[in-house]
């Protein structure tokens, strides 16, 4: 039953992805000012080259992990979510990925993860 293990994973970690995108509004970009979106595109793309600079895939589970991470020290630096900071929109820039092809490209996709 091992095999079992990642593909669970995989379920919880769209589910985390999926209330981090409510969370963070990304579910409405639509709605978003050129700009706002922009910036998210930017920690999008620096979310990417770090996870395949570390030699992690960009699959749910990874940026469920990079998102976890970086929530849980913005939390014990006293972060809250609902303002558009560095942290909010990191945290936006990983649901962007996610929610995009990005989600399962890998090193030779570059920029292309994000067209």
Known sequence: MNWLA????????????????SLTGVDHRSEWAPGLLAEVDQHAAAV???????????????????????????????????TNDWVSLRLAGVCLLAMTDGVMASIADGDAALS
């Open 6 to 21: 990642p593909r669970r994973r995989r379920i919880i970690a769209r589910r985390e992805l999926a209330t981090l995108a």
């Open 48 to 82: 990417r080259d770090i996870l395949i600079h570390s030699h992690h895939g960009l699959g749910p589970v990874e940026l469920a992990d990079y998102a976890r991470g970086v929530e849980d020290v913005a939390r014990d630096r006293g972060w809250q979510p609902g």
